[in-house]
């Protein structure tokens, strides 16, 4: 399968995307569990600092009682079994608080607290002045409830420190993968980075060459339309002195064959006469050739100069009247809607029209009265879809001309707008067979569309397509 140079970079962005978010929640797992490492440490510390407190101070009363006991000196109880008991009850509090979030420590400070209230009852009564006497058998119970609270704390100490070497577990694991992914990750990150600057360069290399070369098409192309419009020109300037060069022997002909005919008309056998005809008549139809030929190679010949609004209900009304005459002898009836006002040379309309009707009127059916239909339609460029993508948002005219005529066959609809192309034979129908041709010409010039629809024995039907506007000509080829 081949990927094009475009593929291959959105592919090696999107891989380098996909590796660089994955080392980013990588970088974040690890740094969320280094955050949390370090606040359950904290937490333990805490936790441990609040029960040494606690056990110290326990240790502390006990202390100051054995010493009162031994000494009977009173600065012992001094603070006195109270205080000491409500230092410890705070502390106490402090580390419930710390270990609200945790059920299982919670339970084991239940139990530390029953066993402080015993303790705290053993050195209130210990601390009695009135009954130093009897406190021997206090000391050993005294021993016992402290022995069952360091067990207490010993437990809650081993589960924080527990706590901790999870966290310091999960912390390694972590920081293992951490350092492998990030260098994966910076290499594949770095190996994309280095095929995307070579792709980039080749292409951009290529594309400076396609450029140059572009450049390099683009001047010849120029050099080109301008010596066919050159070449165009001179055809012109030729085809025009050729005609013009054709016309005087064509009337030396005419005038000679002329002579002939009055000065030995009654001298020249009947054959001889039927020849001179049939020249004379060849003569004619040479001539009227030339006239169309001129007419041909003039059709469709616009300048900006010559690009105007015409108004086509107008121009119409003055096809019509010049064909007065024929339209009357033929008796053909016209149906037509309002058309718009479209940007173009007057005389290739008005040569485009008269044409187009000429050409039904001529080939009008001997079994019904001649109609011709004409309508209209605005459409957009897409709506057509027959112009290129630059021209969808374009406005253009769509004119159908519709006759009931002989028609032709739907397999001829490219060929009438031939030069010189007939359908029939001159015996048939008079003409040269450049009056479609000229119209194409003259629509083509007017960057329009013109084609042709038929139906034997029922009718033709010719499509007209321009733009209401003409864009200006620009000088570069390409546009």
């Not at 594309?207 to 010596?227: A, G, V």
């Amino acid at each position: 399968m081949h990927f094009s140079v475009q593929k291959k970079i959105r592919l090696g962005f999107f891989i380098a995307f996909t590796v660089i978010v994955t080392a980013s929640v990588f970088s974040y797992l690890v740094a969320k569990n280094l955050l949390d490492n370090a606040a359950r440490l904290n937490h333990a510390i805490e936790v441990s600092k609040r029960l040494e407190v606690i056990t110290r101070q326990l240790k502390e009363a006990e202390a100051a009682i054995r010493g009162y006991n031994l000494t009977k000196d009173s600065t012992f109880l001094n603070p006195s079994m109270q205080e000491r008991s409500n230092r410890i009850e705070r502390e106490y509090l402090l580390l419930r608080k710390i270990t609200a979030d945790n059920p299982k420590q919670q339970q084991r400070l239940d139990t530390i607290r029953q066993l402080l209230a015993v303790k705290y009852q053993q050195l209130k009564v210990a601390g009695d002045k009135s009954t130093l006497v009897n406190q021997l058998s206090s000391v050993k119970e005294g021993e016992k409830s402290m022995d069952l609270i360091d067990n207490k704390v010993r437990e809650m100490i081993r589960f924080e420190e527990g706590q901790v070497q999870e966290k310091t577990e999960l912390f390694h694991f972590f920081a293992v993968m951490w350092v492998p992914m990030i260098f994966i990750s910076s290499l594949v990150a770095i190996l994309i980075g280095i095929y995307s600057y070579v792709t980039l360069n080749r292409e951009f290399k290529l594309q400076l060459h396609i450029e140059s070369r572009m450049r390099s098409y683009q001047r010849d192309l120029q050099q080109n339309i301008s010596l066919l419009n050159k070449t165009n020109e001179e055809l012109e300037q030729f085809a025009y002195v050729a005609s013009h060069d054709l016309q005087e022997p064509l009337r030396k002909i005419s005038t000679f064959s002329d002579r002939l005919q009055m000065k030995y008309k009654d001298q020249l056998p009947a054959d001889a006469t039927q020849l001179i005809d049939r020249m004379v008549s060849a003569v004619s139809r040479m001539r009227v050739l030339i006239n169309d030929l001129l007419i041909f190679s003039r059709a469709g010949r616009i300048t900006p100069e010559s690009i105007t609004p015409v108004n086509m209900n107008k121009l119409l009304q003055e096809v019509l009247s010049d064909l007065e005459v024929t339209l009357e002898e033929k008796n053909v009836l016209i149906n037509y809607d309002q058309l718009p006002v479209i940007e173009g040379s007057h005389t290739s309309f008005h040569q485009l029209f008269q044409n187009l009707l000429a050409n039904s009127i001529k080939f009008a059916s001997s079994d019904r009265r001649l109609e011709i239909n004409i309508h209209h339609q605005l459409l957009n460029g897409k709506e057509l879809g027959i112009v290129k993508e630059n021209r969808w948002n374009d406005v253009f005219s769509r004119i159908s001309l519709a006759d009931n005529g002989i028609g032709f066959e739907q397999a001829y609809a490219e060929r009438i707008f031939l030069i010189f192309q007939r359908l029939h034979g001159i015996s048939e129908y008079s003409g040269t067979g450049i009056g479609l041709a000229i119209c194409k010409k003259i629509v083509d010039s007017h960057n329009g569309f013109i084609q042709a629809y038929g139906v034997p024995n029922k009718g033709a039907t010719f499509v007209i397509i321009l733009p209401l506007k003409q864009k200006p000509q620009t000088d570069d080829p390409t546009a």
